[in-house]
Nanobody
Framework: QLQFVESGGGLVQPGGSLRLSCAAS????????IGWFRQAPGKEREGVSC????????EYGDSVKGRFTISRDNAKNTVYLQINSLKPEDTAVYYC?????????????????????WGQGTQVTVSS
């Protein structure tokens, strides 16, 4: 089974920043569009961002647009999510994910049930 490993989460104050990383386990990320999702306790999983396999096309959820930036370095087999100007409502477990044979994000990029492969998540907590 294809797996991702997320890292970079932690506890930060409002207004702070983190850089989340998504690395592959057992396969290359280079051929996949990668989505970032988050889920807070008691809430549905929410699409945060997506980047196509080339890195030249990106998508963002309305709640994070202008604050979060997705990028990838295919040479390092890693996708990043820079999360800035953090708010308490950004507190969640953040996951990266991919769809089998999908190289582009597409119109349904933010639908969690369309994704086949998921990491274990990394916790982001924003609190004063």
């Amino acid at each position: 089974q294809l797996q991702f490993v997320e890292s970079g989460g932690g506890l930060v104050q409002p207004g702070g920043s983190l850089r989340l990383s998504c690395a592959a386990s057992g396969f290359s990320l280079n051929y996949y569009a990668i989505g970032w999702f988050r889920q807070a306790p008691g809430k549905e999983r929410e699409g945060v961002s997506c980047i196509d396999s080339s890195g030249f096309s990106t998508e963002y959820g309305d709640s994070v647009k202008g604050r979060f930036t997705i990028s990838r370095d295919n040479a390092k087999n890693t996708v990043y999510l820079q999360i800035n100007s953090l708010k308490p409502e950004d507190t969640a477990v953040y996951y990266c994910a991919a769809i089998s044979r999908r190289t582009f994000c597409g119109s349904k990029w933010s639908t969690p049930t369309d994704y086949d492969y998921w990491g274990q998540g990394t916790q982001v907590t924003v609190s004063s």
